[in-house]
């Protein structure tokens, strides 16, 4: 189970990057549980996760800046085929998500960026693909050196020049 101290960089695979502001105790069903309270960058807003279930839902620290090397090379690489059914591909994408490899997001966008190039891509997919693509953006921004907009037109980018290849 991750540990995370007060004050932490963290990031949430569904509402992005935050700062740990505490811990807190609720008492439910005679029962203590405890919950990160992350103070959201994006929205924000505040999100409780139970301190146990940390790592079921990807809650991760900021990757190391040396991780990009091996996402552009993920980039560059041919796309992977998907599941043809959207339901299983979703779920694939979202279990993807939850593992918080930085690699594997890659994998999913550039697979997904793949399907849409192809025609392939269902609205769903197209609404997958960009929050994937936002996620990641994120993801590299919480790394340091580079903001949000700047990450996403490296990502756009290196989608460009992998499909005109």
């Not at 990807?58 to 043809?84: I, Q, T």
Request: charged share 40%.
């Amino acid at each position: 189970m991750a540990d995370f101290e007060i004050g932490a960089s963290v990031l949430h695979p569904r509402y992005g990057p935050g700062t740990l502001t505490s811990v807190k105790k609720v008492r439910e069903d005679d029962e203590v549980k405890e919950y990160y309270v992350i103070q959201l960058t994006r929205t924000k807003g505040r999100l409780l996760t139970p301190v146990q279930m940390a790592d079921e839902v990807g809650l991760h620290s900021p990757r190391r800046k040396r991780d990009r090397a091996d996402l552009w090379r993920v980039l560059a690489r041919d796309p992977n085929e998907m599941p043809s059914d959207f339901r299983k591909r979703r779920k694939e994408i979202k279990t993807t998500f939850r593992s918080g490899s930085l690699t594997d997001m890659g994998r999913v966008v550039r697979d997904l960026a793949w399907r849409q190039v192809e025609g392939e891509a269902t609205t769903g997919d197209r609404r997958l693909l960009k929050r994937a693509k936002d996620l990641l953006a994120e993801e590299l921004a919480a790394m340091g050196s580079m903001k949000k907009s700047e990450a996403a037109e490296r990502v756009e980018s290196a989608l460009e020049e992998r499909f005109q290849a």
